[in-house]
């Protein structure tokens, strides 16, 4: 797979995403919380995750066990967006404790774990990582 401007776009989403998740996630656990932060980052990290999944829909991989060219790892796309909408949701009914456990998931398994995936031989960043490593 090559870097299209498509692939770019996405990856810049998904590591700008990972950034925003942490700056959200310290800017409630500190001593003196920081709401604002908090709330304003969350604004970013939602629009960041929204443009990762949505542009993932037209990221297609052939080469990897596939079904119409989704890979298994686009089993997140329908996962990030529940996730997303079932955070609003608690919030909106100030469900504080269960939005705060809906996007530490969604961050770790969304950005984190997927993340890590990405580094694997035959993708393309686990090609160009381990291609430098060798």
Known sequence: MTLTPLIAFHMGCAIAATLTGATVLWARRQAGPLP???????????????????SALFIRDFKLPNWAGFTPIH?????????????????????IAQHRSVMRKLYFGSCVVAGLFTLLPGRLLGNLLWQRLA
């Open 36 to 54: 604002w932060l908090h709330r304003i980052a969350g604004y970013g990290f939602v629009l960041l995750m929204l443009a990762t999944a949505i």
């Open 75 to 95: 089993l997140l796309i329908p996962v990030t967006l529940g996730g997303l909408a079932l955070s609003f949701w608690h919030l909106a009914h100030r469900r």
